[in-house]
């Protein structure tokens, strides 16, 4: 299954006699959905034009480091951090060994230095370089050091050789990056996720929501799908589509969220809450419009089912993760959730302020859980729903293994 749906990728290409193929991998990338930004170092600009790359891109093509202009737009700090992955198609043998030294004197190596996101290289070569024990050492370091290594292939080569340095047709390349998503992780295991706000009616035209745009919880939704698992979502109302490969149930209220979750819970494995479920909801809701009146109109309000707390307390409970949205005291506010509803993990943002929390496309999250805390900071919220994901994984396989080694010791 492809995951490059949605992903931002940067397409580095360097000089060599393949880059003209990378203008078909540009063009099957946005095929495929993703967003593309491309780096082209010098040398790669006399083999092929970034005019016919800006126009399969759609998108200024990004050429120089120092660049007054370009730093305006999206200087190469915001590029290596709004990248999911930097995929360097054609790599030439120079550049290998640029990755290797950590050089950051052009822009595409300066961009691989800093970002964070996964590397991945598709080398391109006569078969004398390739095979030349500098390039073997190079790339074994970049192996060693977790980048990807795609390719190269066999075959008859540009400079009329026959071995092992073409580039990898880019269909094969397409489909080793949509893989390097699927990270497996959670492969076998069921998981529910809530997302996004809830309605509680007033009469039959109003009523009362917040602010939850569902971005988190759709992207724990598809993180858990990348990394294998059978993801059912139950969202409240958003204006987000089901990511790719999860099943969805679309909810109004808290307890129409509740009666969907307690209906699937059975046998899931993780449960993931990142709804903003409404505390309370309207006591009587009136079956009809209500009318306009000269007098304060009183509304009461009921509290609604605590559906995290209520999965805590199954018998038979999944792993169970809440998030916590607040405005003040993060960190005793959340501990305190956690351990008042016996949660496996809490993940905490601040909400309220500009830029991050609701409806914003950037995060930051402290997770808790028992005798411990991570910081994951500030990113797009995807790839922060991919390292949270990592994380559950981690503490839900541990606890597994402890459990079986109990059971066992026991037996
Ligand atoms: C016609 C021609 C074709 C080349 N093809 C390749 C190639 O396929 N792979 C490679 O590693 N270098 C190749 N080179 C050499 C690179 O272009 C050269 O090492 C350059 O400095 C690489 O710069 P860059 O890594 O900044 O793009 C070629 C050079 C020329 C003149």
Redesign the pocket.
């Known amino acids: 299954m492809s995951y490059l749906s949605g992903k931002n990728i940067v397409l580095g290409i ?5 880059a003209y193929k990378s203008a078909e991998l540009v063009r099957e990338l946005r095929e495929a959905g993703a967003e593309v930004r491309v780096v082209m ?4 600009t006399s083999f092929i034009t970034p005019l016919t790359m800006q126009a399969l891109s759609g998108k200024p093509v990004h050429t120089r480091l120092v660049d007054d202009e370009a730093e305006a737009v999206m200087g190469h700090i915001q590029l290596a951090r709004w990248a999911d992955l930097i995929v360097v198609a ?1 790599a ?4 290998l060994a ?1 990755l290797v030294q950590g050089r950051a004197n ?1 822009l595409l190596a300066a961009l691989c230095l800093a970002t964070s996101a996964p590397l991945a290289v598709v080398p ?3 078969t004398g ?1 390739w095979e030349h024990p500098a390039t073997q050492d190079n790339v074994a370091r970049l192996r060693q050091r977790g980048v990807r290594l795609l390719g190269p292939a066999e075959g008859d080569l ?1 400079c009329g050789e026959y071995g092992t340095g073409r580039m990898l047709e880019t269909g094969l390349v397409l489909q080793q990056l949509g893989d390097s998503f699927d990270t497996g992780q959670l492969s076998g295991c069921r998981v529910v996720v809530t997302a996004g706000p809830t309605r509680e009616p007033i009469d039959p035209v109003r009523y009362i929501s917040n602010r939850s745009s569902g971005k988190m919880g759709y992207a724990v939704a598809q993180a858990a799908a990348e990394a294998g698992a059978d993801v059912l979502l139950i969202s409240g109302p958003v204006a987000l589509t089901a990511p790719q490969g999860v099943k969805r149930i679309l909810v109004e209220s808290a307890g129409d969220m509740q009666e969907a979750v307690m209906a699937d819970i059975d046998g899931c494995d993780l449960f993931v809450a990142a709804a903003a479920v409404a505390d309370y909801t309207i006591d009587r809701p009136a079956v009809q419009k209500l009318k306009k009146r000269a007098r304060d109109l009183q509304i009461a309000l009921k509290r609604t089912p605590d559906i995290l707390a209520g999965v805590a307390a199954l018998p038979d409970r999944p792993f169970t993760v809440g998030f916590a949205a607040e405005t003040e005291d993060l960190e005793v506010n959340a501990r305190k959730k956690r351990l008042s509803k016996s949660l496996d993990l809490v993940a905490a943002n601040l909400v309220g302020q500009p830029g991050t929390g609701f409806d914003a496309d950037e995060n930051r999250l402290h997770v808790f859980w028992e005798g411990g805390s991570r910081l994951l900071p500030t990113a797009p919220k995807q790839r922060l729903a991919r390292e949270l994901v990592r994380l559950i994984a981690d503490h839900y396989h541990n606890r597994r293994n402890a459990r079986e080694t109990h059971a066992k010791d026991s037996a």
């Open positions: 360097t000089g060599s006699i393949a170092t010098e040398a790669a054609p030439s043998a120079d550049f640029r052009d391109a070569m006569n370089m540009a």
